[in-house]
């Protein structure tokens, strides 16, 4: 496993901008395949966005798609996500995830159970 903080959410208004930002430590940052999820209060943890260890792949779900853009940066062992045109519904709780397993091939992955460090997320709230 590996220790991961979030950190760059806020409030901001409809059609506005935020960069997360997710800092991991160890030394094999790069073999680590990132993903980002959300959460709503009384609601299940949501898919957002999927890297994979070379950064090569991504993935994003349909609702963000063409909107938040990942990537990473692996001299910095940090991991982004870019949110342009933000919506009333992107309101939530951020999570920042890794898997630190490592499979051969490079993959991103889009479920929870796929990965095995979580952060404590970064609240976004948009408002209108």
């Known amino acids: 496993q590996v220790h991961l903080v979030e950190s760059g959410g806020g409030l901001v208004q409809a059609g506005d901008s935020l960069r997360l930002s997710c800092a991991a430590s160890?030394?094999?940052?790069?073999?680590?395949?990132m993903g980002w999820f959300r959460r709503i209060p009384e609601k299940e943890r949501e898919f957002v966005a999927a890297?994979?260890?070379?950064?090569?792949?991504?993935y994003y779900a349909d609702s963000v798609k063409g909107r938040f853009a990942i990537s990473r940066d692996s001299a910095k062992n940090t991991v982004y996500l870019q949110m342009n045109s933000l919506k009333l519904e992107d309101t939530a709780l951020y999570y920042c995830?890794?898997?630190?397993?490592?499979?051969?091939?490079?993959?991103?992955?889009?479920?929870?159970?796929?990965?095995?460090?979580w952060g404590q997320g970064t609240q976004v709230t948009v408002s209108s």
């Open positions: 995830a890794a898997e630190t397993v490592g499979r051969p091939g490079d993959y991103y992955l889009v479920a929870p159970a796929d990965y095995d460090s």
């Open positions: 160890g030394r094999t940052f790069g073999s680590y395949a």
């Open positions: 890297i994979s260890w070379s950064g090569s792949s991504t």
